[in-house]
Every structure is written in C-alpha cells, then in structure tokens.
C-alpha cells in the first residue's frame, strides 16, 4: 500500500513558475514508477509526466515539454513536477500516482496508487 500527498498548487499569474511535490509512504518507494496527471474541469484525466523507480528514465506530454520537468528522491520518497511558463490552459487539479514495476508508463490505467490532487491556477 502507498499513500500520496502532493502539495504546492496555487494561483498563479501566466508566466510563473511552481513546483509540486507529491511525499508517498512506504519503504520501496524505488519500485514503483511515479506519474503526474491532470484534470481540467469537464474533461478527463490527463498524463503529463512519469518518472522511473530509478529516476533515470522520464517521458512528459508534448504540449508541456520544456517547460515542466519531473525529478524524484528517493531517499526522500518524493518526486516533484517543476512547472515553468505556466500558461491558463495549464489549469486543473493535479494528481500524482504510483505505478508498480518501476518503468514509465503514460497509460492512467496502470497506476495503482493516486494521491487526493492539488490545484493549480494559472491566471492570465
């Protein structure tokens, strides 16, 4: 069983820059694999970035490549979603999970573990 909290959402003006962090319980946090979602209101859930149990492999959704990027610690048991350039449509709750096995996947289905979301405003 993994438990997840992220944190960090806010408003933010277009432009700006804010980093989420998800903390997740347990003592083998390095073999699951870690993913954040999103889901703006009245439409699905979204991936937006995974990571892998060893940190070393990432894959973010295109729309967002190079401007957020995502990182973990693993001695920390936390991975973060670092959001430049934020633009409105970037706009919904975002959610982190935990995907058993360790390698990235963009597929929600595959992720057993959520955590509660935070929400993320970007005003423009």
């Known amino acids: 069983q993994v438990q997840l909290v992220e944190s960090g959402g806010r408003l933010v003006q277009a432009g700006g820059s804010l980093r989420l962090s998800c903390a997740a319980s347990?003592?083998?946090?390095?073999?699951?694999?870690m993913g954040w979602f999103r889901q703006a209101p009245g439409k699905e859930r979204e991936f937006v970035a995974t990571i892998s149990g060893s940190g070393l492999t990432t894959y973010v959704k295109e729309s967002v490549k190079g401007r957020f990027t995502i990182s973990r610690d693993n001695a920390k048991n936390t991975v973060f979603l670092q959001m430049n350039s934020l633009k409105p449509e970037d706009t919904a709750v975002y959610y982190c999970?935990?995907?058993?096995?360790?390698?990235?996947?963009?597929?929600?289905?595959?992720?057993?573990?959520w955590g509660q979301g935070t929400q993320v405003t970007v005003s423009s």
């Open positions: 347990g003592r083998t946090f390095s073999s699951y694999a």
């Open positions: 999970a935990a995907k058993p096995g360790g390698s990235i996947d963009d597929s929600r289905y595959k992720y057993d573990y």
